[in-house]
């Protein structure tokens, strides 16, 4: 694999495990309002967050999925 190939895919993966990252730090700030809501109940909200972080956390798991399938492309690039 030629170097300009492999930097882009390297950048690629990088990328990628930003977006995993940031979708992580949602979820976090998520539950942070989620346990602020045992103080301050609002049915609504918390039925709100609820959804918001089922949807983070399916994000997380389809990046992961993504990063996974790319670094086996990765993977095989390199051996080419």
Known sequence: MDQSKYDQ???MLNKLEDIKNSQKSIIDKINHVI???FQHPD???EKAMEGAHERAS???EKIREAIN???IK???A???
Do not use: A, I, R
């Open 78 to 80: 390199q051996q080419s």
């Open 43 to 45: 049915k609504d909200l």
């Open 35 to 37: 346990t602020d809501l």
């Open 74 to 76: 990765f993977n095989k």
């Open 69 to 71: 399938e790319y670094e």
């Open 9 to 11: 895919m390297q950048g």
């Open 58 to 60: 399916e994000n997380v």
